[in-house]
Structures are given as C-alpha cells and as structure tokens.
C-alpha cells in the first residue's frame, strides 16, 4: 500500500498502523520537496504479510488519511518497472521521430536544397510579413 499524506499527519498514521497491525508491518515515509507557500507532503509505503483482514484494516487507516494505491505483489514488481521502463523508451523514440519528421517538414518547406545563394529562409520571410500584417491592423482597429 502507498500513497501521498501530509507530513504533520505521519505519526498518527504511523501509530494507527502498528496499532491495528500489531507491530506485523513496515512502514517506509519520505518527505517530498515542496515550495514554501506550500503544506509539506510526505510518500509512504506500507509493507505487511497478504492477509484479507490485514489489507483490510490497513485499507481503512489509510483511506482514512486521503487517498492511498494498492502496490502489485513483490514477484510481480519487477515485471511492472520493465513495462514502465519499455513504455518510456517508446515514448522517447516517439518523441524523437516526431522530432526528426518536424526538421524534416521544415526544410522541405523552407526549400534550402533549392537555392544556395540565399540569405535568409523562407519561413523567417513569412514571420516578418505576419508581424508587419497584425502591426498595420491593430494600427487600422485603432481609428474611428
């Protein structure tokens, strides 16, 4: 079990815990990095043997306290973290396709296998014509 609690909180939390587990868990607490304006948030992480009764009572506790995730069984967690890491790895090369394609579809736009000679790009010619565009017509919607 794991969640996401405020930082006064975790003692009675903590006690609420062993209490109604009878010393039979692990509780892990790590506090976040918060800004100034902000309440100190702490992670915590319940470790306990599977029992109906035990995820019950803990369950309670925490749903108690805010909103809490039900963390997959240890054997299972490493097959989780692969997924997760192949999942990060598609979305990078996603992102770097996407990249790739973009450059690509600029300079085919911009023409620059065309014409050597030039010095400025097309794309920066068609930015400073809509400049000057929206210029002359927040002038023009100025007079009555």
Same mark, same amino acid.
């Given at each position: 079990?794991?969640?996401?609690?405020?930082?006064?909180?975790?003692?009675?939390?903590?006690?609420?815990?062993?209490?109604?587990?009878?010393?039979? =868990?692990?509780?892990? &607490?790590? /506090?976040? /990095?918060?800004?100034?304006?902000?309440?100190?948030?702490?992670?915590? &992480?319940?470790?306990?043997?599977?029992?109906?009764?035990?995820?019950?009572?803990?369950?309670?506790?925490?749903? =108690?306290?805010?909103?809490?995730?039900?963390?997959?069984?240890?054997?299972?967690?490493?097959?989780?973290?692969?997924?997760?890491?192949?999942?990060?790895?598609?979305?990078?090369?996603?992102?770097?396709?996407?990249?790739?394609?973009?450059? /690509?579809?600029?300079?085919?736009?911009?023409?620059?296998?065309?014409? /050597?000679?030039?010095? =400025? =790009?097309?794309?920066? &010619?068609?930015?400073?014509?809509?400049?000057?565009?929206?210029?002359?017509?927040?002038?023009?919607?100025?007079?009555?």
């Amino acid at each position: 079990m794991a969640g996401v609690i405020d930082t006064i909180a975790v003692v009675q939390l903590r006690r609420l815990i062993f209490r109604g587990t009878k010393g039979q =868990s692990y509780m892990y &607490i790590q /506090e976040l /990095e918060h800004e100034e304006d902000e309440d100190p948030k702490s992670v915590y &992480i319940i470790v306990f043997w599977e029992g109906a009764r035990t995820r019950e009572k803990i369950e309670n506790i925490c749903r =108690s306290f805010g909103e809490s995730v039900n963390l997959p069984p240890l054997a299972e967690i490493d097959n989780k973290l692969k997924e997760q890491e192949k999942a990060i790895e598609d979305g990078k090369n996603v992102f770097e396709e996407t990249r790739r394609q973009l450059r /690509e579809q600029l300079i085919a736009f911009d023409k620059i296998e065309d014409d /050597e000679d030039r010095t =400025s =790009s097309t794309i920066y &010619i068609y930015k400073m014509f809509m400049a000057k565009e929206k210029a002359l017509y927040q002038n023009l919607n100025m007079m009555k």
